[in-house]
């Protein structure tokens, strides 16, 4: 499907030959998991209002998780592995342990919408967190002592990151975030799911996740420009840590 983007001065304009795979963001050609208006075809079993009257589509009931290992098979019931629910359920589902089925966006059950905020910047992606109940911990320079701290502070549940890609209309990207979770008690262990793709606890160049801080997050989109033979590289940054605390947020 061809995307067509005009820059801020309205001349140029980027035919994409097939849309950008998105992390965490919803490509504005999945019709199955962008907002839906209150009185649009239900082509999904369940359907979740949010503020503002709009609606989610929900193929499968929200499952929780709360085993702190990385085990994708058993996490959330399989809903990360079974391929019936595993492209409903993007990085902020998994980082959560809360497979929502829904393509799940940060703020979005408490009717804040990134896109409508200016995001999916860091600090608009991250106050749509907070609304959903993770709790801001710090940036890259707060220590394993600290992040202890914090999760002794907030009880129970676990750490994530979050990754920030910005914008980039010369090639008609739009921005997109991306969530990693830790899955152990000495935060060596990490773990992702990059958009409906597989839980894995590797990095995008295939390396062991040991810190999201080091990590290598830089895409390779492919030839997808038309005119253009040149592969499209995007890359995401580390923003900052979350603590995600056990049965107290609501995501959709």
């Known amino acids: 499907m061809d995307h067509r983007n005009l820059d801020s001065g309205g001349s140029r304009m980027v035919v994409l030959l097939r849309p950008y795979k998105m992390s965490g963001m919803v490509s504005t050609s999945d019709r199955l998991h962008n907002l839906m208006a209150s009185d649009a075809e239900e082509i999904a079993p369940i359907y979740v209002v949010v503020p503002g009257g709009k609606k989610v589509a929900q193929y499968s009931p929200t499952i929780v998780g709360s085993t702190l290992s990385y085990s994708p098979d058993k996490d959330c019931d399989g809903n ?14 998994y980082a959560c342990r809360v497979a929502t089925n829904s393509f799940a966006q940060p703020g979005r059950k408490q009717g804040f919408f990134l896109e409508s905020e200016g995001g999916p910047t860091g ?29 002794g502070a907030y009880g129970s549940g676990h750490l994530v990151a979050l990754l920030i890609s910005q914008a980039d209309h010369d090639i008609g990207w739009t921005g997109d975030y991306h969530w990693v979770r830790c899955d152990n008690n000495s935060f060596s262990s990490w773990s992702q799911k990059d958009g409906g793709d597989q839980a894995s606890d590797r990095d995008f160049a295939g390396k062991k996740l040991r810190d999201p801080r080091r990590a290598i997050w830089k895409v390779n989109e492919g ?3 038309e005119g253009n033979i040149d592969d499209i590289k995007v890359k995401y940054d580390f923003y900052g840590f979350m603590f995600v605390p056990a049965g107290r947020i609501d995501i959709i």
């Open 80 to 93: 990360f592995t079974a391929s019936k629910f595993q492209m409903n359920n993007n990085c902020y589902n």
């Open 123 to 151: 600090p608009v992606t991250t106050r749509g967190a907070e609304m959903d109940g993770l709790i801001w911990i710090g940036r890259a320079e707060i220590s394993d002592a600290q992040m202890r701290d914090s999760e």
């Open 223 to 225: 030839p997808i420009i």
